[in-house]
């Protein structure tokens, strides 16, 4: 009689044991023996794996998981009570009729780190994972139109859940006169030496992607940039003043380079060209000559005009109908 050593006793109660495993499974389960093997496999590989439960406890705080639990979260603050709703899509009509058809907002919404809390973020946030103010603040003024200069200036300070259809864009309700519906971009992240602007969250990203593709084509020199300021600036006068906001009320607006771009208006012209500016007057900013300084004009086969249509979805103030014609101008309606 051969005598088995330790080791080769150990081998053969090992490979006893799991067959008794096998049999003691698929009696009593009734699932395949196959089956049952494999989840033996599986078991032991796990087991010969150093760290399993340390990895586990890292897949539940990775990244992934992390963005998972604050969408989570974020969505639900988004539904709670007195939230002023966000419409799926956004109207297409122009700023004060005067216009056939403004600008419609890009259909993905540009997302981005929407309020004022979420400033210096790049990345892109989905619409419905955005955290919803739960204050309105701003100041504003009403325009004189006797007295030539802005008035009336004020500070609001409401419950968000508080604003009116009157405080929020007609063209996108997404955005409002509220400070912390507005992203601040920081200008000098593209070589621009400006002061930051604000503009409305759903737009920040997209107006990022502009201003990239403008500054990396080297074909424009930015000389100035304003963004998001409210007020009373449009529409119909009551009493002296201006009644209505304007686009740069709601963040829905930029000027770029001012100075080289001016407001003309008496314009009977339907293509703003050198030649045809000269019968315009000059209102505000300075003179419009893409001739002389090009590369601080905007014209409408410049890489700002490419760029601020493509990527943001806004339109030219030098192409809006009417006698007026804002060279510097881009907004949701170009008014």
Not at 221 to 241: C, M, N, S
Request: hydrophobic share 35%.
């Amino acid at each position: 009689m051969k005598f088995l050593s330790i080791a080769e006793f150990g081998r053969v109660a090992t490979a006893a044991l799991a067959a008794m495993l096998l049999l003691a499974c698929s009696t009593t389960s009734g699932s395949p023996a196959g089956a049952t093997a494999t989840a033996i496999e599986m078991t032991t590989q796990e087991h010969n794996e150093s760290g399993n439960s340390t990895q586990a406890a890292v897949a539940d705080d990775s990244p992934a998981a992390a963005a998972a639990d604050e969408y989570t979260e974020a969505e639900a603050n988004t539904l709670t009570d007195g939230d002023v709703p966000v419409p799926a899509t956004s109207s297409t009509t122009s700023d004060a009729g005067e216009a056939a058809g403004g600008a419609a907002p890009p259909d993905d919404g540009p997302p981005s780190a929407g309020s004022a809390q979420r400033a210096g973020d790049d990345s892109a946030t989905p619409e419905s994972a955005r955290v919803t103010p739960t204050a309105c603040t701003y100041s504003s003024y009403n325009w004189s139109t006797e007295e030539g200069r802005a008035v009336n200036r004020r500070t609001t300070d409401k419950d968000y859940a508080d604003v009116t259809d009157d405080e929020r864009s007609p063209e996108d309700p997404r955005c409002s006169v509220c400070t912390e519906d507005q992203v601040e971009i920081d200008l000098t992240e593209f070589g621009i030496e400006e002061d930051a602007i604000q503009v409305c969250w759903a737009y920040a990203d997209n107006l990022r992607r502009a201003l990239r593709v403008i500054v990396d084509s080297g074909e424009f020199d930015f000389t100035e940039v304003t963004g998001y300021r409210p007020g009373r600036t449009r529409g119909r006068i009551v009493d002296g003043l201006r009644t209505e906001w304007s686009n740069h009320s709601f963040g829905t607006a930029i000027d770029i380079n001012a100075n080289r771009n001016g407001l003309y208006r008496s314009c009977n012209v339907d293509v703003v060209t050198p030649e045809s500016i000269e019968g315009c007057r000059l209102g505000i900013g300075g003179e419009w000559d893409p001739e002389l300084r090009p590369r601080e004009s905007i014209t409408s086969d410049g890489v700002v005009y490419r760029a601020m249509t493509t990527e943001v979805g806004w339109q030219w103030g030098g192409e809006i109908e009417g006698r007026t014609k804002d060279l510097m101008h881009f907004s949701i309606t170009g008014f």
